[in-house]
């Protein structure tokens, strides 16, 4: 009997994209999502942790807290998709396979890659995928510190040969017009 080589069924990323972690509390606990249909027990979960949230703007600590009731007393889905596409380009395992490849950052972005797409609708998962694949981001910024260098030193390189080039046909140009001027002034 052959094994089943169908992809495996991945989560997707919950849409939206919100200016803070507040803007989106604020949106998704508001008490009036409750009313439709009528839930009095999630109505006066999201009453409280909606007042809690309108005073605590600028307190981290308790919107942490607050999003952490929110997603269990209220089921509620945290926008993940900004994060979940970022972690994608950062983890993708095809940036390890060049020439800068390692087996052990292989293995370790293949592990994150997996983990993002299994964990695409959960915003702590994909928050604790983060900073476990520091290392990752330091690669991917080292690549793109290199990619912008040798793009600079191209550039350079041909500002060099455009100088060269003009310098050249300057010189060809007073060449001629020298030759050319003492041929008319001999005549």
């Known amino acids: 009997m052959k094994a089943d080589k169908s992809e495996p069924s991945f989560k997707a990323p919950i849409e939206g994209s919100y200016p803070s ?3 989106e ?3 998704k606990c508001n008490p009036a999502r409750f009313m439709r249909p009528y839930d009095p027990q999630k109505v006066d979960i999201a009453n409280d942790i909606y007042s809690k949230l309108l005073n605590n703007k600028d307190k981290i600590d308790v919107l942490y807290s607050l999003r952490l009731q929110a997603i ?3 089921g509620v889905k945290l926008s993940t998709e900004d994060l979940y596409y970022e972690l994608l380009s950062v983890c993708n395992p095809e940036n390890f396979v060049n020439e800068s490849y390692s087996k052990s950052r292989l293995e370790q972005a293949n592990k994150m890659y997996q983990a993002v797409l299994k964990n695409a609708d959960d915003k702590i998962a994909l928050e604790n995928i983060k900073k476990q694949c520091k290392i990752l981001y330091v690669i991917k910024e080292e690549k793109e510190n290199e990619l912008r260098a040798r793009i600079e030193e ?3 390189a041909k500002k060099d040969e455009d100088y060269y080039t ?3 046909i300057a010189i060809s140009i007073f060449i001629f017009l020298l030759f050319y001027g003492i041929t008319f002034f001999n005549k």
Do not use: A, S
Request: proline share 0%; charged share 45%; aromatic share 14%.
């Open 72 to 74: 269990e007393d209220l």
């Open 154 to 156: 191209e550039i350079k």
């Open 25 to 27: 509390l604020k949106d």
């Open 166 to 168: 003009f310098l050249i």
């Open 21 to 23: 972690l507040y803007d």
